[in-house]
């Protein structure tokens, strides 16, 4: 699309000049001064510019310096402080903020090799903020040469190079103070410092902004520098170095001189009104573009081309300090009275129009964009807005739509005497009003059928021309209409053509009569409709209430609105980019999201789309969208928005994420409302202390506000928390010990970097330690000691009391003996009851071939017992098992073991076991069956229980010392379990081994085959 080509820097005349290099020579200066140039907007419109005054945080507007340090913050030298700055908050150091802080200005800034900040004042000396949080401070009285420090280096070696108002020095890593050799030779003892850099060759550069004072440190002594031949008596201000070792020099007025390898090339940067421009800073950007400032604003030089940028376009002062590119490309210019501007490559190219926009449509063959606006139809064409016969006649219109028809027709909607207007090829134009038939004079909608038809929505009805004779016919609610507020008209494959309403839902026509309607009850979104369109083989429709995608094989509609994950109900039109990335038009504004997730949501695999919105951060410099806004995506892919009060063009292939996590950085701690800055390492929280705050930060400053952290304190919580905007975590009353404090931070993207980790140590109170407690114990240890040993002093004269205490518990001892065996025979079988009590050290086990093992457990017990107290949980299971216990008893069954509501019983543990065994247990389950009956009548409950028996081979024995238990093992056990889980309720389920031995005893039911864990499908009977 021709009109696509606006988003390109405008390329203008070339002001780079191959200058004679004749030194001296009068051609080359008047060369420089007749260089002509032109301002070109476009290269400025793709930034997205944020502006920093006083009425950001900062302390002043007059910002001499700045500087981005390795760990993302943004420093800026001003008259009344160093500030620091994150994207978000600025932080003032000075004695004004803090008594520590030895100086009131900052005027230049250095970041050393060992991350020493270096900090010169106007006229307080030097101040070194140590990595380590020292600071230290250097004066006059200290052997520097002025107070006044203009700019810091830092040479090969690591010595600090200090340029003052008279004098320049350096500072060893000793801490001396040295004035480099040759300025006495040269009588430059007191040189006035304006800039010191240092270059890819170690080389200092000195710049005193003087004829012919241009000094450069080499070979250890200064040199006076006479390299310069293509300009006389050259005034250096400024040394910088391209990517490729070309040496700039920037010399007053108006030239920069790029030198390599011998060989100079002059460029004339001054300002195409202004002159006698001093230049003050030389950047070469990430993208090969040079940045010049002036005290006359910006010159942007790239290959052939230079953009200028002054207050005129933009800049907030013509008077440029310092020009720096950060860690993410954007470009901060600090100005002598105007803060700081911050330059970010926008997503967006904004074009305000004074007015509305509602429409959008190309005209490749006319090579321009047609914009429907509430002042008329606008003309746009490579960044320019043109006027043509079409735009003359509607201008001052309030045109609500305009597109092209299929055969190249221009038709323009409008609420005007002229509701609707339609330019043909070429140029004839034709308008239609209510005298010619139109319903009403306010259209919103019009479209060409493929079969030649005009079809004109308005607010009162649905016009139609007709292609065969030009007349004119009407629907309205009398030919079917619930409402015919026509908001959007389209025609399918079929030729069918779909009628969108304000409040009435759908209606397809065919041949001038409804064939069918949509609404809400057939499972529309909504019944206001906006736009209507073909996407991945369905039809698509936005409401007032989402957007609903209807299939017609299945005659069935999907919606996406805020429960999708939207944000937003109201979804005014969906346009899809040639990426796959789908952009909607809502009532909160654009957004996008990939149009993979929609259809991940049409096939159940996601639940919630992940949403970007855009707003002034990305370029999007507007205040909204209307509802009637048709979008449009041209023939290059770019894709152009209206808005409220202009457009934006939006190019996918040029709007690259931001790939650069946000650096996070441990601000402060605060500790019981004492604040702290944090210097790396620990942070140590006393054992009094209740609460404790930590602040952090990420450094990203394409959308700062956008930054999104989340934190977790490892050892007191178990996960991060929800991502949030907080900048700060809090808790409170931690128990002593050592914690591991981890932050993430994502950008607008949503790319997150490593989390950052700081160890919290809380000390514990003195009586919380170990050896405290440990030295406790001793003494009291020994307080015992000394009582017992006084009390045995004291025990022969109780020697006859004793004796007889002793006989008592003698025969308290012989009754607990017999209470003991009684117990063992209420838990063990006689046999091993007797055994242990003869040698209670034995191992006891037995294995018996052919016990049959019960399985018992009351169906759904635990469910039951949730809506139960503890003590009525115990009593009913106490009273059942009580029951069971008195049947075993009764019945000879030896009881094994309760395991909560189960219950565990086998047969045949006597010194022969056979199929007798075997049916006395399946009498026993008869009787427990009959006892849950009983018990149910009685207590008023529903108890069920299944039971599981199986026969053969076990092992039995006694485990454990002191609380031993008396236990069954063995496949036998297994089965019988699984009897009694695969059983049913009420009902005895054996194995095929014990209906064996019992089938001549009881009458059982049908084989049933059942799958058994371990064993594998068995055969199985109910009694």
């Not at 006393?686 to 705050?693: E, Q, Y």
């Not at 069956?929 to 229980?945: G, M, S």
Request: net charge negative; hydrophobic share 40%; aromatic share 10%.
């Amino acid at each position: 699309m021709a009109v696509a080509a606006q988003r390109f820097v405008l390329k203008l005349a070339s002001s780079f000049l191959l200058c004679c290099m004749l030194m001296g020579s009068p051609l080359a200066a008047q060369a420089v001064q007749t260089a002509k140039t032109k301002l070109d907007p476009g290269f400025l419109s793709d930034f997205v510019r944020r502006n920093y005054t006083t009425a950001d945080g900062l302390p002043g507007m007059t910002i001499p310096k700045i500087l981005q340090d390795r760990k993302g913050y943004i420093y800026l030298g001003t008259y009344d402080g160093l500030v620091r700055f994150d994207g978000v908050e600025f932080t003032v150091f000075s004695r004004n903020t803090d008594s520590k802080y030895d100086f009131a200005s900052a005027r230049s800034i250095f970041q050393d090799s060992r991350d020493n900040l270096w900090v010169g004042h106007n006229d307080e000396g030097i101040t070194c903020f140590g990595a380590d949080g020292s600071l230290a401070k250097w004066t006059v009285d200290d052997g520097l040469p002025n107070n006044k420090v203009n700019d810091i280096c830092e040479d090969a070696k690591g010595n600090i190079w200090i340029g003052t108002a008279s004098g320049l020095c350096y500072l060893t890593l000793d801490g001396t103070l040295v004035v480099p050799e040759g300025l006495a030779e040269l009588g430059e003892e007191n040189i006035l410092v304006v800039h010191l850099f240092m270059d890819s060759s170690s080389r200092i550069w000195v710049t005193t902004g003087s004829a012919d004072s241009l000094f450069v440190w080499e070979n250890g002594r200064l040199e006076r520098f006479a390299g310069i031949h293509s300009v006389e008596h050259p005034a250096i201000r400024v040394v910088a170095e391209a990517r490729d070792g070309t040496l700039c020099f920037g010399i007053d007025p108006n030239i920069v001189v790029a030198l390599k390898d011998g060989e100079e090339k002059v460029l004339y940067t001054g300002h195409p009104t202004k002159s006698e421009t001093a230049i003050s800073s030389i950047l070469e950007d990430s993208q090969g573009h040079f940045w010049i400032g002036t005290d006359a604003g910006i010159a942007i030089m790239s290959s052939d081309s230079v953009v200028y940028y002054g207050k005129e376009n933009g800049l907030p002062d013509d008077v440029v300090n310092e020009i720096v590119e950060d860690r993410e490309g954007n470009i901060w210019i600090c100005f002598n009275r105007g803060g700081v501007q911050k330059l970010s490559g926008g997503r967006f190219r904004t074009v305000p129009t004074g007015s509305s926009v509602n429409a959008i449509c190309e005209d490749s063959g006319r090579g321009l964009a047609w914009l429907a606006s509430d002042k008329g139809l606008l003309a746009y064409r490579n960044g320019t807005f043109v006027e043509n016969d079409i735009t003359r006649l509607c201008k001052g219109m309030r045109v609500r739509h305009v597109a092209l028809s299929a055969d190249g027709e221009l038709l323009v909607s409008s609420y005007s005497d002229m509701p609707q207007i339609c330019m043909d090829r070429d140029g004839r134009i034709r308008v239609w009003s209510v005298d010619d038939g139109i319903a009403g004079n306010k259209c919103r909608v019009a479209i060409k059928t493929s079969s030649g038809d005009y079809y004109i929505g308005t607010q009162v009805g649905l016009s139609i021309i007709h292609h065969e004779d030009g007349h004119i016919s009407t629907m309205t609610k009398d030919d079917g209409f619930s409402n015919h507020y026509v908001m959007w008209i389209y025609e399918d494959e079929s030729r069918r053509v779909w009628v969108g309403t304000n409040g009435g839902g759908v209606y397809i026509l065919e041949d001038e009569k409804i064939v069918r309607s949509f609404s809400t009850a057939d499972g529309l979104a909504g019944n206001v409709i906006f736009k209507i369109s073909r996407m991945d083989g369905a039809i698509w429709i936005c409401t007032g209430t989402g957007a609903s995608r209807y299939v017609e094989e299945t005659d069935s509609f999907v919606n996406f609105n805020s429960q999708n994950g939207l944000g937003t109900d109201s979804v005014f039109q969906i346009v899809v980019d040639h990426t796959g990335v789908a952009w909607m038009t809502t009532n909160k504004g654009v957004l996008s999201v990939p149009f993979s997730e929609i259809q991940e949501i049409l096939d159940g695999s996601r639940d919630t789309l992940s949403v970007t919105y855009y707003g002034a951060s990305d370029g999007m410099v507007t205040n909204g969208v209307t509802s009637v806004s048709l979008a449009c995506a041209d023939s290059s892919g770019d894709l152009w928005f209206p808005f409220v009060d202009g457009f934006a063009i939006y190019d996918p292939e040029k709007s690259e994420k931001n790939t650069v996590a946000p650096r996070i950085e441990i601000q402060s701690y605060t500790i019981d409302g004492e604040t702290s800055d944090y210097m790396g390492g620990s942070i140590t929280v006393p054992a009094g202390a209740n609460r404790l705050s930590i602040k952090y930060t990420g450094m990203s400053f394409i959308s700062p506000e956008s930054i999104r952290f989340t934190s977790m304190l490892g050892g007191f919580e178990k996960d991060f928390e929800s991502w949030s905007p907080s900048r700060s975590a809090t808790y409170t009353n931690l128990p002593h010990g050592t914690y591991r404090f981890m932050v993430k931070a994502r950008n607008s993207d949503g790319l997150a970097g490593e989390p950052v980790y700081v160890t919290v140590v809380k000390k514990p109170f003195l009586w919380e330690l170990v050896w405290f407690r440990i030295v406790v114990a001793l003494s009291v240890l020994g307080v015992l000691a000394m009582v017992l040993w006084i009390r045995f002093r004291n025990m022969k004269s109780q020697q006859l009391k004793l004796e007889k205490m002793v006989e008592d518990r003698t025969r308290e001892q012989t009754i607990a003996n017999e209470k003991a065996e009684s117990l063992l025979l209420n838990i063990l079988p006689a046999k091993v009851a007797r055994e242990l009590s003869d040698d209670p050290g034995r191992t006891i086990a037995r294995t018996y071939s052919n016990a049959t093992v019960l399985f018992t457990d009351i169906v759904g017990f635990t469910e039951m017992s949730g809506n139960m107290d503890a003590e009525m949980v115990v009593t009913i299971l106490n009273r059942l098992v009580t029951k069971f216990d008195e049947r075993a008893r009764y019945e000879g069954i030896e009881k094994i073991k309760t395991i909560g509501d189960a219950y565990m019983a086998a047969t045949g543990l006597g010194e022969y076991g056979g199929g007798g065994d075997a049916a006395k247990m399946l009498r026993f389950a008869q009787g427990l069956l009959q006892d849950v009956r009983d018990f149910n009548k009685i207590w008023k409950t529903n108890l069920q229980i299944r039971v599981g028996i199986n026969t053969g081979r076990l092992v039995a024995g006694i485990i454990g010392k002191s609380k031993f238990t008396y236990d069954i093992w063995g496949d036998t056990v297994n089965v019988a379990s699984r009897m009694e889980s695969t059983g049913e309720p009420m009902r005895i389920h054996v194995s095929d081994a014990t209906y064996e031995q019992t089938k001549d005893l009881f009458p059982y039911g049908e084989a049933s085959i059942v799958s058994v864990k371990g064993k594998g499908e068995m055969k199985t009977y109910f009694l």
